[in-house]
């Protein structure tokens, strides 16, 4: 608990570092700074802040549910305007929520933090001979893979970003935005650093990280949860060339996660599993952004055994409500009805079947319930604190709005899912094909055959993408992928120019410095 305290303490400071300036006085982490990189244990406290502040930033308002799923995108809101006008792409709407999704500062912390590491942390391994170099390799890969995913993250979002490879401590340089591919190139460099170095899981059985990990072992708090990996590292990888449109090089690195169903060495866990929904055994989370594979989620078990739950930042503050959550009328977002009827129209579908005579859903392990009343409710992901007993052995009540999901980037499915999609792009038909078939069979979906008789083959990946992935976060980066491919909406290909596909800048950041520039789309 302590070192969980002492996580919590650097969530809260390290946004203030690289923001805005610091009031002109003296500084009362002076002793603390001087002190802090002497030790392993600084070393560890230091690594899983960074950690820690990026799970904050992609947490913090329910960022990644809302700028995937909520956005133009199938989910839609109950009553609350500012989630309507998000919905509705009216960005520059002015409500509080809409301003603070549109400040990337939290990224930056993120940020400043894995500069500030990457840039001390030799002075602990001169310092503390505990500090051997394998684990000194394997920490600064796995920071620059948190520094990585951050900027792909924001690129998504954002576009154009400053691009700062430098702590700045107690004050921030105004800089303008740096071209996205200037950012997509120091990204690329610091993911193919990393790789390299790091394992295909914290268990000891990779010349990457060989016995304990900071004393402890797979079946604590560095298993196959929590920490970044090979395949983490990968599965960024495929994202960032397919967002930009390299589908050969997406291809490459979506098939490894794709092939390694077991280790090269044959030795440990296997490492992915099949195309099964949900818990397909391959997921890359960002309670910490590691992979985890195993049909029970340990990252879930792990995050209540160590108190790691939550009431607010997970996608059931915004989806839960009854009859999954009694003291909740309606949902604060929803699929409606015809949206679900024709996104799963194929089929008895595992993930949604409504009986065409009772209107009840057919599946008990589907994606939705409460059918019956005006609001379907989503239960795809949801992990309430009633999941686990008490220390008593008992099972608290699940009205009290306590929630230990991960926000998932990855797993097994999607990333077959995404190698279907760059099959497709690079005209590989038949491998496209069987990918994509191993999905839908695995959800009761009668096999694609062809074109001619299920139309063309990347609106149908895409659909499947849609529907399997459904309350991820993927939807809105899908929908854009899908309009670059097809190339025939000019009204989007408009909005791609005028950068009407991104966020705008918060009008706090623009005012503070006066370098950045908005998208004309946004002007």
């Not at 599993?273 to 340990?298: K, Q, S």
Request: aromatic share 14%.
């Amino acid at each position: 608990m302590r070192r969980l305290s002492y996580i919590m303490l650097i969530s809260l400071l390290l946004p203030l570092l690289g923001c805005k300036k610091i009031l002109d006085v003296e500084s009362t982490r002076a002793i603390g700074e001087t002190n802090m990189w002497s030790s392993l244990e600084d070393a560890r406290a230091a690594l899983f802040g960074v950690y820690a502040l990026n799970r904050a930033a992609m947490s913090d308002n329910n960022r990644h549910v809302i700028y995937g799923d909520v956005r133009l995108a199938d989910f839609e809101p109950t009553s609350r305007l500012d989630l309507k006008a998000i919905h509705n792409n009216m960005l520059n709407a002015d409500y509080k929520l809409i301003n603070d999704l549109s400040d990337w500062r939290p990224f930056y912390a993120t940020i400043n933090a894995a500069n500030l590491y990457l840039e001390r942390i030799h002075e602990v391994y001169e310092k503390d001979k505990r500090f051997v170099e394998q684990t000194y390799n394997l920490d600064r890969a796995q920071v620059k893979a948190l520094r990585a995913f951050s900027y792909f993250y924001m690129c998504r979002i954002w576009g154009d970003v400053p691009l700062i490879l430098s702590s700045h401590e107690g004050s921030f340089t105004n800089k303008p935005r740096d071209p996205q591919d200037k950012v997509f190139a120091a990204i690329e460099h610091d993911l193919l650093e990393a790789e390299p170095k790091l394992p295909y899981a914290y268990d000891g059985f990779d010349p990457e990280q060989t016995g304990a990990y900071y004393g402890q072992n797979i079946a604590t708090y560095y298993g196959y949860g929590y920490l970044v990996s090979k395949q983490a590292v990968w599965a960024m990888l495929a994202h960032m060339y397919a967002w930009r449109g390299d589908y050969a090089n997406a291809a490459i690195y979506a098939q490894k996660i794709v092939d390694k169903t077991v280790r090269p060495s044959g030795s440990g866990a296997a490492l992915a599993g099949t195309f099964r929904n949900v818990n397909d055994g391959l997921t890359v989370n960002v309670r910490y952004i590691g992979y985890m594979w195993a049909a029970n989620h340990p990252a879930v078990l792990f995050a209540v055994a160590r108190g790691e739950l939550a009431t607010s930042g997970v996608i059931e503050e915004l989806t839960a409500a009854d009859p999954i959550v009694p003291n909740r009328k309606i949902p604060a977002i929803y699929v409606p009805k015809d949206s679900l009827f024709s996104i799963y129209n194929e089929g008895a579908d595992a993930r949604f079947t409504v009986d065409s005579v009772t209107k009840i859903v057919r599946s008990a392990d589907g994606f939705f319930t409460g059918f019956d009343k005006p609001y379907p409710v989503f239960r795809k992901i949801f992990v309430p604190w009633s999941s686990f007993p008490n220390k008593q052995g008992i099972n608290v009540p699940s009205d009290l709005g306590v929630f230990a999901s991960p926000i998932v980037f990855s797993r097994f499915t999607e990333m077959g899912l995404l190698l279907a999609e760059a099959k497709a792009a690079l005209n590989d038909k038949n491998g496209a094909i069987a990918i994509l078939n191993q999905v839908r069979l695995n959800n009761s979906v009668p096999a694609y055959v062809s074109e001619r008789d299920n139309g063309p083959l990347v609106d149908a990946i895409f659909k499947e993408r849609r529907r399997e992935l459904m309350g991820e976060g993927w939807r809105w980066y899908d929908y854009v992928r899908f309009k670059k491919i097809k190339n025939n909406d000019p009204k989007f290909n408009q909005l791609i120019q005028s950068g009407g596909i991104y966020w705008p800048v918060s009008r706090t950041l623009i005012s503070q410095n006066p370098m950045l520039t908005q998208y004309p789309y946004w002007k």
